[in-house]
Structures are given as C-alpha cells and as structure tokens.
C-alpha cells in the first residue's frame, strides 16, 4: 500500500492558478497510474484527471480540460496538478489517488490508495 500525502492548496481569486503536489512513499511509484479527484461541500467525489504509470497518456474531466494540467516526476515520486483559470466551481477538497493498474482509470473503485485531501478554495 502505498502513501501519498498532497499540498499546494489554499485561497485564490478567480482566474488564478495553484499547483498541487502529491509525494507517494514506496519504490514502486513508476508502476502504477495516478488520478486526482475533488469533493465539494454536499456533492459526490468526482474524477477530475489521470496520468498513466510512465507519464505518456493523460485523461482529463470536461470540466477541467485546457485549464489543468496533470504530470509526474517518477524519479521523485510525485505527481503534479497544475491549475490555471480557476473558476469558483473548483472550489473542493483535491484528493490524490493511485490506482491498481498502469493504465489510466476514471473510476473511484480502480484506485487502491488515497492522500488526505486539500482545501483548494476559488473566490469570485
């Protein structure tokens, strides 16, 4: 099992951007896909981008798609969410998620472990 620990959230005006950061512990962090997903207040987790195990294949929500950027650096064991053009309909917790495979997978069932979450809050 595999632990993943994210940051970079926090409060930003519309139109912003922020970075997050997932570091995952263990030596095999290369061999599987990674994904993030956000919760908002009262509503479902939702998928919102995925990157396959070498970095080669990504996959993002309508939603977010030309405004984030998912990426990995396997050789530190971390993966990146850039967010540009924050709207304040991203506003949730962003969670970091591996998944059992080295495809990439949309599903919440596909992944086997999860961070903590972090607050990112968009104001208009």
């Known amino acids: 099992q595999v632990q993943l620990v994210e940051s970079g959230g926090g409060l930003v005006q519309a139109g912003g951007s922020l970075r997050l950061s997932c570091a995952a512990s263990?030596?095999?962090?290369?061999?599987?896909?990674m994904g993030w997903f956000r919760q908002a207040p009262g509503k479902e987790r939702e998928f919102v981008a995925a990157?396959?195990?070498?970095?080669?294949?990504?996959h993002y929500a309508d939603s977010v798609k030309g405004r984030f950027t998912i990426s990995r650096d396997n050789a530190k064991n971390t993966q990146y969410l850039q967010m540009d053009s924050l709207k304040p309909e991203d506003t949730a917790v962003y969670y970091c998620?591996?998944?059992?495979?080295?495809?990439?997978?949309?599903?919440?069932?596909?992944?086997?472990?999860w961070g903590q979450g972090t607050q990112v809050t968009v104001s208009s």
């Open positions: 998620a591996a998944a059992v495979t080295s495809f990439i997978v949309t599903t919440r069932s596909a992944y086997k472990s």
């Open positions: 263990g030596r095999t962090f290369s061999s599987y896909a």
């Open positions: 990157i396959s195990s070498g970095g080669s294949s990504t």
